[in-house]
T-cell receptor
Framework: GENVEQHPSTLSVQEGDSAVIKCTYS??????FPWYKQELGKGPQLIID?????GEKKDQRIAVTLNKTAKHFSLHITETQPEDSAVYFC?????????????FGKGTKLSVKP | NAGVMQNPRHLVRRRGQEARLRCSPV?????VYWYRQLPEEGLKFMVY????????ESGMPKERFSAEFPKEGPSILRIQQVVRGDSAAYFC???????????FGQGTRLTVV
């Protein structure tokens, strides 16, 4: 089955700096890669996603890149703000017929220091 | 996403009791996933259901745990004879077709005393 590795497990940056979180996946058939942000005491919130036919996607200060050959994808947050502090999870879905299983990385705890 | 409703938000059970966790997916979504999360840890996959069918239960303990997603009504995760080690946050997510956006509920925090 699919396995998703995520690095680093913790990341501390100064406000205004950029943050990069990297994930690798094992199943070359995986074709959808969402990123979630989880704040303390809340459920994970979908913040951006990318499909296997696209190499990069951007939404304001966040962007995701995908390298299918190397089987890795990354989340980039620019001009970080204290409210970006949270745990970020990457995930991968492998579509098989009418179903797909959503497998997560272990998460990255991002701290943005003012 | 406010569309996925989980209840209760907090549940306290004594050892040996049963816990029932409910998840109402986003309207029109027929795929539901359940995950378990311990403090400071990631999301551990438990079970994947499509209306009236269990697609993948490889992450769910074979003893005491069961899940269903009936034709009508919410998905239910049932834990029988709870033990202290079952204390965790349980999240469900729903997806329209299983391979696109999945949205999470706010979770049920189960405490076994």
């Amino acid at each position: 089955g699919e396995n998703v590795e995520q690095h680093p497990s913790t990341l501390s940056v100064q406000e205004g700096d950029s943050a990069v979180i990297k994930c690798t996946y094992s199943d070359s058939a995986s074709n959808y890669f969402p990123w979630y942000k989880q704040e303390l005491g809340k459920g994970p919130q979908l913040i951006i996603d990318i499909r296997s036919n696209v190499g990069e996607k951007k939404d304001q200060r966040i962007a995701v890149t995908l390298n299918k050959t190397a089987k890795h994808f990354s989340l980039h947050i620019t001009e970080t703000q204290p409210e970006d502090s949270a745990v970020y999870f990457c995930a991968a879905i492998t579509r098989r017929g009418s179903q797909g299983n959503l497998i997560f990385g272990k998460g990255t705890k991002l701290s943005v220091k003012p | 996403n406010a569309g996925v409703m989980q209840n209760p938000r907090h549940l306290v059970r004594r050892r040996g009791q049963e816990a029932r966790l409910r998840c109402s997916p986003v309207k029109g979504h027929s795929h539901v996933y359940w995950y378990r999360q311990l403090p400071e840890e990631g999301l551990k996959f438990m079970v994947y259901l499509q209306k009236e069918n269990i697609i993948d239960e490889s992450g769910m303990p074979k003893e005491r745990f069961s899940a269903e997603f009936p034709k009508e009504g919410p998905s239910i995760l049932r834990i029988q004879q709870v033990v202290r080690g079952d204390s965790a946050a349980y999240f469900c997510a729903s997806s329209q077709n299983g391979w696109t956006e999945a949205f999470f509920g706010q979770g049920t925090r189960l405490t076994v005393v």
